[in-house]
C-alpha cells in the first residue's frame, strides 16, 4: 500500500476476515491499537508505527515482525507463526514500557528465558503452549499477574521463585503437573486460582510461602492436599476459599488448616466419602460470614450444631443438593440474615410449606428464598466448569484463545461446527445459550458474578 495512506490511522480492527489478503500501509504514524483476527489468509509486515501501544494478532496466516514498537504496552499473540518471532525478539530488544504479554496455542518446543521477559512486564499469560517452556534463569521483580493455561505437558513440577512479587497467580489445566515448588517468600501474593490440574498432588510449599494469601479456588484437582503452614500457626490471612472436587473438603483435613480469619466458602463438588450429614460440629471457622454448598449430592442433613458456633454468619445458600431434605438441631444461627436454596426440591418444599419439622428452625430469618428450578445433571455441573474456564479465559485474552476454549464446550450441543466463522460476541451467544439450555442460570450468584455471563 502507499507509504502516507491513512496518515491519521488510530486504530485498526482487521476480524473475521477469513478471506482478505494483501498488505497492510507501510507506515502508519497515528496508528495507536492494530487487532488482527481470523484472517487466516493475510500475509504481510506489520506496519511502522511508532506510538503503537496495543497489538493484537490471532489467527492471522503470518504478519511478518521487522520489529516490534517500542512504546507497546499490551501485546497478543496466538500460534507458531506469531509466538516464535515474538519470543525471539524478547532477547534483543529492550521494550521498557510492555506491561501484558499473552501468548497462546503453540505446540512447538519453545524455550522462553525468564531473562528476556522487558523488565516492565506486569501481567503474563501463556495458554495452550504444551512445548512452551519457561526457563528460570533469572528473576523477574515486576510481574504481579501469571496466568499459566494448558502450560508445557512434559513439567510435573513447577517453581515459582523467579516471579518474587506475584499478587495473582492462576494454574489452569496443567495436567501432568503433581507438584509446585516454591523456596523463598512470596510475600505479595494474594490470589491464588488453580484448576483442572488432575495430577496435582501438593501446593504446601506455596501456602507456606504466602502468609498474605487473600482469595484461594482450587477447582476439578481431586488428588490435591493443603497442610496447615508449617510451624503449625493459623493462617489468619485467607479471607475466600472456593473449593471442588477435593480432598481439602474432608472434615479432618479442613479442621487443620486453622483457617481463623475465613469469611467466604464455597464448596463445589461431591464428597467421596458420601457425606450424609453437614457441616460436621467444629468443622468450620467461626470467622465465616457467607457459606455456600453447591451440587454435593449426597448429603442429606443439614446439621444445625455444624453452624451453631458461626455468630458472624449472615448468608447460607444451598445450590441443587437433590438429596437434601432434613435440617437437624434446634435451629439455625441468629445472626443470619438471608438463606438461599435453589435446585434443592426435598427441602425447598419442607420450607415452603413450613412443615412443622423445618420451620421453626428458619422461621427466624427474614430473607428466606426457594428458587424453583430443575436438578441439574453430573454432566451440566461439569459443563458449567468449563463455563468458568471460558469466561476467565474471556478476561484475560479473547479472540482465537475464546475458539479453542469454547470448542470443549460444542461437542456436548448442537451449535455450529465452524466455530471460525463467528466473531468474539457470537461466540459470548453461543455459550450463553448453552447456560440457558442447562438452566444455569441457577448457578449461584457469585459464581455468575465471578465468570460475568452475559444477560
Not at 460436621?280 to 449426597?298: R, V
Not at 450441543?413 to 466473531?423: C, R, V
Request: hydrophobic share 40%.
Amino acid at each position: 500500500m502507499e507509504f502516507n495512506a491513512f496518515p491519521r490511522l488510530a486504530e485498526l480492527t482487521l476480524s473475521d476476515s477469513p478471506m482478505l489478503r494483501g498488505d497492510l500501509p507501510n507506515h502508519l504514524p497515528s496508528l495507536q491499537s492494530l487487532t488482527i483476527d481470523n484472517s487466516k489468509y493475510l500475509r504481510c509486515c506489520l506496519p511502522r508505527a511508532p506510538v503503537m501501544t496495543s497489538l493484537n494478532i490471532v489467527g492471522a496466516g503470518e504478519v511478518r515482525t521487522r520489529e516490534l514498537p517500542p512504546l507497546l504496552r499490551k501485546l497478543s499473540v496466538h500460534g507458531i507463526d506469531q509466538v516464535e518471532p515474538v519470543v525471539k525478539a524478547f532477547r534483543h530488544m529492550q521494550l521498557t514500557c510492555l506491561t501484558s504479554l499473552c501468548i497462546s496455542d503453540c505446540s512447538f518446543h519453545i524455550s522462553f528465558p525468564v531473562s528476556s521477559i522487558p523488565a516492565s512486564l506486569q501481567e503474563l499469560t501463556i495458554s495452550d503452549c504444551v512445548k512452551l517452556e519457561l526457563e528460570m534463569d533469572g528473576h523477574h521483580k515486576s510481574l504481579q499477574s501469571l496466568n499459566i493455561i494448558n502450560y508445557y505437558d512434559s513439567a510435573t513440577s513447577f517453581s515459582w521463585d523467579a516471579f518474587p512479587n506475584l499478587v495473582r497467580l492462576q494454574i489452569k489445566e496443567c495436567k501432568s503437573m503433581e507438584s509446585i515448588v516454591v523456596s523463598q517468600s512470596l510475600s505479595c501474593l494474594r490470589s491464588l486460582y488453580i484448576s483442572g490440574c488432575w495430577s496435582l498432588k501438593s501446593v504446601s510449599t506455596l501456602w507456606m510461602a504466602a502468609p498474605q494469601l487473600e482469595d484461594l479456588t482450587i477447582l476439578e484437582c481431586p488428588e490435591i492436599e493443603l497442610s496447615p503452614t508449617g510451624d503449625g500457626d493459623p493462617h489468619c490471612s485467607l479471607k475466600s476459599l472456593t473449593i471442588s472436587y477435593s480432598k481439602l473438603i474432608s472434615c479432618a483435613a479442613f479442621m487443620n488448616l486453622q483457617l481463623n480469619g475465613l469469611t467466604h466458602l464455597r464448596i463445589f463438588g461431591e464428597y467421596k466419602e458420601s457425606v450424609k450429614c453437614l457441616p460436621k460440629e467444629g468443622w468450620l471457622p467461626a470467622s465465616l460470614e457467607s457459606l455456600t454448598l453447591f451440587y454435593i449430592q449426597s448429603v442429606e442433613t443439614l446439621e444445625c450444631k455444624g453452624l451453631a458456633h458461626l455468630n458472624s454468619l449472615q448468608q447460607l445458600s444451598i445450590h441443587h443438593c437433590s438429596k437434601l431434605k432434613n435440617i437437624e438441631g434446634e435451629k439455625l444461627p441468629a445472626s443470619l440474615k438471608q438463606l438461599i436454596i435453589k435446585g434443592t426440591p426435598l427441602l425447598g418444599r419442607r420450607c415452603e410449606k413450613k412443615d412443622p419439622e423445618v420451620w421453626p428452625k428458619i422461621s427466624h430469618i427474614h430473607g428466606i428464598q426457594r428458587i424453583h428450578g430443575t436438578n441439574i445433571t453430573t454432566s451440566a455441573a461439569m459443563v458449567f466448569l468449563l463455563l468458568h474456564e471460558v469466561y476467565s479465559i474471556v478476561a484475560i485474552c479473547s479472540g482465537g484463545m475464546l475458539r479453542s476454549k469454547t470448542r470443549n464446550l460444542l461437542t456436548r450441543f448442537k451449535a455450529p461446527a465452524k466455530i471460525e466463522t463467528f466473531t468474539h460476541n457470537g461466540l459470548l451467544t453461543i455459550i450463553a445459550s448453552m447456560v440457558n439450555q442447562l438452566q444455569l442460570e441457577e448457578v449461584p450468584k457469585e459464581y455468575q458474578e465471578q465468570t460475568s455471563l452475559p444477560s
